[in-house]
């Protein structure tokens, strides 16, 4: 019974490898001392907004780890907001006239899922408008199933694999995920995530995901673990990791 479940564990967590002779990423990692990107890192900090916005929305997140979380999109036009469950929310990213929510939790071996919104206004809709301080309860929320709410699609729903970043390259989706010890740039195909490439076999990883968006349209994620304390910078094709000594 032990070796049944052991070889149904291993097909569930597998990463598909993705049948391409060369990888369109620039992956390269460092090891510095902390000083040495001080003043960076506040610099980035400084530019953290809201977890989402555009000339439409503006989306807010809440998590409560293995009890749930969801975001909520503002019409800006209308003032109506629209929620959608999510556990945990890592960020949103707009792909044409879509939304892409990616979710992710390091609880037990961890899981992640990421949806298609195609129209924030065909979701469930709040009965009034939340205020500053007022939280909503996780439960009504995080155990609906997502795909099932009108305007969104399952992408991709995972037990085993964290994912710790989404991000465009050629109008094209990626995902930064964590499998084990080993860090991959993955893209989705048929449901499931399909390796890209290997980022690192000493995993940067972090319990609670929460990237920023650059000036100059890229990505920078802290990350800090047992292991190792550092940032992943994506930036179009070229992705760094850094390491603190």
């Not at 929620?83 to 961890?110: E, Q």
């Not at 155990?143 to 699609?153: E, F, I």
């Amino acid at each position: 019974m032990k070796s049944v479940l052991f070889i149904v564990a291993a097909c569930l967590l597998s990463l598909d490898s993705v049948g391409q002779a060369k990888s369109p990423f620039d992956i390269h990692e460092e090891t510095f001392d902390r000083h040495v990107y001080a003043s960076y890192i506040d610099s980035v900090e400084k530019q953290r907004g809201s977890f989402y916005e555009d000339e439409r929305y503006s989306v807010i997140k809440q998590c409560h780890g293995e009890f749930g979380g969801f975001v909520t999109f503002k019409n800006k036009k209308t003032g109506l907001q629209y929620v959608c469950g999510a556990t945990c929310p890592v960020s949103v990213i707009r792909l044409g006239k879509k939304y892409i929510l990616t979710n992710t939790l390091a609880h037990m071996i961890g899981f992640s899922n990421v949806v298609e919104i195609s129209n924030p206004d065909s979701l469930e809709r709040l009965a009034a408008p939340t205020t500053k301080g007022k939280k909503l309860k996780p439960f009504e929320y995080h155990q609906k199933n997502t795909a099932a709410h009108a305007g969104v699609k399952s992408l991709v729903d995972s037990i085993g694999v964290l994912t710790m970043l989404s991000f465009v390259f050629q109008d094209q989706l990626f995902h930064i995920v964590k499998k084990y010890k080993n860090t991959y740039v993955t893209t989705i195909v048929k449901g499931r995530f399909v390796t890209v490439d290997t980022i690192s076999s000493v995993s940067p990883w972090c319990y609670d995901p929460e990237p920023i968006r650059l000036s100059n349209k890229g990505w920078l994620l802290p990350f800090e673990n047992e292991e190792s304390e550092g940032f992943i910078e994506v930036v179009e094709n070229k992705i760094r990791v850094i390491r603190y000594k």
